[in-house]
């Protein structure tokens, strides 16, 4: 059974950092697709950072370019998402997905068969 549990979420100020892990379990995080995503209440699932080629891929939406990094830990076979410069617009659950099917395009969230549960982050100004 695949399991995907996220943490690390959490309330910081405008600027600040927080470091989101996903560890998995029954799944090899690096032998496919991963990626992190975001749900603020009223507003659709957003990808925001995907991992891809065992790692030596990544792709990072617009708005969190150049502030947010992820990476993997091939041994603790668990999933990291870096956030540096926070914001409150960043402000949301955020998710990682894993296991994807190859059906239509790596940013669709219904591309990943294996969820988290979410962590939550709040960003205040």
């Known amino acids: 059974q695949v399991q995907l549990v996220e943490s690390g979420g959490g309330s910081v100020q405008a600027g600040g950092s927080l470091r989101l892990s996903c560890a998995a379990s029954?799944?090899?995080?690096?032998?496919?697709?991963l990626g992190w995503f975001r749900q603020a209440p009223g507003k659709e699932r957003e990808g925001v950072a995907f991992?891809?080629?065992?790692?030596?891929?990544?792709y990072y939406v617009d708005s969190v370019k150049g502030r947010f990094r992820i990476s993997e830990d091939n041994a603790k076979n668990t999933a990291y998402l870096q956030m540096n410069s926070l914001k409150p617009e960043d402000t949301a659950m955020y998710y990682c997905?894993?296991?994807?099917?190859?059906?239509?395009?790596?940013?669709?969230?219904?591309?990943?068969?294996?969820w988290g549960q979410g962590t939550q982050v709040t960003v205040s100004s």
């Open positions: 991992m891809y080629n065992g790692g030596n891929g990544t």
């Open positions: 997905a894993a296991g994807r099917k190859y059906e239509g395009s790596w940013r669709n969230p219904d591309e990943y068969k294996y």
């Open positions: 029954g799944y090899t995080i690096s032998s496919s697709w």
